[in-house]
């Protein structure tokens, strides 16, 4: 029967036809278990900055304080100073813990799907916590040859610096290593036939 009014009313459009499962390689799945322990590292790494005893980080600001030719004690006290200033960077530090956790989740989950904005974004991701990583451990190593000054840390903390690059560098290699690169094409490409086939029906109805 015709609308009596005129209009056409479209059919529903029918979703694309299911296709097979694509299999995930497991280089992306080693992949997502790695950002998974990056997360865990990450919440570790928090725990350590406010389990650890800050007396001889308050004693270390206390002493470069007082060694600059522009102090004054009568001024400022380096010790009141340092007594505000640790908890700052162990709020602060948490903080940024807990923007890290949720990127190294964020990314666990769109990687694992095959999205690959996320393999990309991932990337440079990883890329400046490298950076980030390189330029502290050649500071401490810096400072260590030197004899200078560093703010101390842990046995803990020091191992955590150290296992964190290599992590990143073996996600990144999993990440575009060719099974990889692979399967976020078959994903991608699914992806755009689901839609094409979707669209196709909508107007054809």
Do not use: C
Not at 88 to 103: K, R, S, Y
């Amino acid at each position: 029967m015709s609308d009596p009014y005129g209009y056409h009313q479209p059919h529903p459009s029918p979703t694309a036809p299911a296709a097979a499962p694509i299999e995930r390689p497991k280089t992306v799945t080693y992949a997502v278990y790695g950002m998974w322990i990056g997360g865990l590292l990450t919440v570790l790494s928090s725990v350590f900055l406010f389990t650890t005893d800050t007396t001889e980080m308050r004693a270390l600001m206390v002493s470069e304080m007082e060694k600059q030719p522009t102090y004054d004690p009568a001024v400022l006290d380096a010790q009141e100073v340092a007594d505000v200033l640790v908890p700052i960077i162990q709020v602060g530090g948490a903080l940024f813990g807990l923007i890290t956790l949720g990127l190294w989740i964020w990314m666990a989950v769109m990687n694992g799907k095959g999205r690959n904005w996320a393999r990309v974004t991932g990337t440079v991701f990883g890329g400046l916590s490298l950076a980030g990583s390189m330029s502290s451990l050649t500071n401490i190593a810096g400072n260590a040859a030197l004899g200078g000054a560093s703010m101390p840390t842990s046995a803990a903390s020091t191992a955590l610096a150290i296992v964190d690059p290599l992590l990143v560098i073996a996600i990144l290699v999993l990440l575009w290593v060719r099974p990889s690169s692979a399967y976020f094409s078959a994903v991608g490409a699914e992806r755009q036939r689901q839609r094409q086939a979707q669209h196709t029906s909508y107007y054809a109805g």
